[in-house]
């Protein structure tokens, strides 16, 4: 028998093997090796974690739950989290290629943190509000409530798997949603293990995750009548895909896509932690994070200054085995992705762009079957360019060249994308300007990621739309009821039905 650890389905609080006994591996990008065997899902598995989502949101007991109970176990779910930290990050660095740095850093803190701020959140939420009483006499008074939609179908993307899940899981349960999710095929076992913890605490059938491909576990998920609800994350060309198929059954739909987020270096800015801050923003997770920043504007007077501060700190960035604590940036998710963002590297040139570092695919000792790429710097890029235009999703900057103000505006907006943008300045008072006219979900002024789990999080233009993160997140998963009580009881009195009673005294 073989020790490659199996991932199977979870449904109704039990792990299972899907109705196709189908497994398929999962390659550890560092190296190329296979470390898990995955429950490859269809549509009857969908049919199935989906009927038990529907019994478990039926029984009152779940959506009704008050917040404070509820409070109590999202906390729960969030020392369950760090109670198992370890197993999570080794999953996620040998899912996904996440460096150990990220994993332990960045992913496995936030996570904890998003399910802690949700569970402050859901205390204050406003599920019942009042409407302002009209002067009395008041005929009638009228609230507004927030209720869960119902079942959630939740789709994530392979390059930050925990924090994506956490993401939609969280404020999905916080509203009191039940809920049927699809990881990435390419990284599903940290995802699984985390369903298969959090069992612990939620009652069977409210959380249940169902791998698979997109063909089969997701367009079975935006096509299931009995989904009310489906939260993506992913490019934008599958985004349009899982829009159309939510129209079908006018699911409510919210959509997290890609992007490519442009850095306004103002001449006045100090270009050493431009350089340092604008690596990170492209650098970070070797790239592949739709948030990154991957379009430098920069002024003509700094620009051969910055250019070469950035190829000397680029070629300082250790690339490197995801588990060496030392690494900064890891490899690409896999072989075919590599081989497109070589692929858009020669791309560029062709196009005209320059290589200033980089370019190149990277060795890593020890790691002779992983996949790797040297981060890389293009200069002379211009905005109508294929490397200016579309999600490389891998370490290469494109480096754009501006005169004007104005100009280095309408380059930063002419975009199918508007996620993330960045301004880089010691004037913070053009700074705000400047961020007023940006068309992006995000603006970061003099860093990048600055991602809070209380601040929401999301797409203008096809970068997509709803927002994630905090309490706004809470609001992507409810439906609105406005509920009115009539006072009256003398017929004759109630104001309005005058207009069909005409001949009422
Ligand atoms: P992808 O669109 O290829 O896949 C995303 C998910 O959709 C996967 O689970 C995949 O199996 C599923 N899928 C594929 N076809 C489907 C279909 N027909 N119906 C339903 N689901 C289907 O994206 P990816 O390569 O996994 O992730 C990278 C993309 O995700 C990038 O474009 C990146 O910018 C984006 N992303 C966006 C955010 C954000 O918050 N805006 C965060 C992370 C990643």
Redesign the pocket.
Known sequence: MSDIPQYHLVINGESCAPASGEYADVINPATGEVVGSAAMGGAADVDQAVAAARAAFNQREWREMPPAERSRLLYQCAQLVLANAQELIGLEISCSGATLNRASNLDIPAVADLWMNLAEAVKVYPFVEAQSPRPLPEQWHSQVWKEPVGVCGL??????PLL?YSWKVGPALAAGNTIVI????MTPTSSIRLTEILQEVLPPGVLNIVNG???SV??A??LHPDIDKIS???????GK??QT?CATTMKRCTL????KGPGIVLPDADLDMVAQGSLWAVYMNAGQ??ESGTRLLVHEDVYDELLEKLAARSAEVVVGNPADPATGVGPMSTEAHFHKVMGYIETGVAEGARIVCGGEPAEVPGCEGGFYVQPTVLADVTNDMRVARE?I?GPVLAVIRYRTEEEALALANDSDYG?SAGIWTTDLIKAQRLARDLRAGSVWINDWHMMRTDAP?G?YKQ??YGR?LGRYSIDSYVETKSVSMSFERVPQKKAMQRIVHTKMA
């Open positions: 789709i994530t993307a392979w390059n930050f994506l699809k990881p990435s095929e491909d997109g063909p997701g367009d998920m935006t993506f994350t992913g490019s934008t060309r599958v895909i899982v198929n997290e896509l890609g992007g994070a739709c999600e999703f996620l999080f797409g970068s997509g994630e």
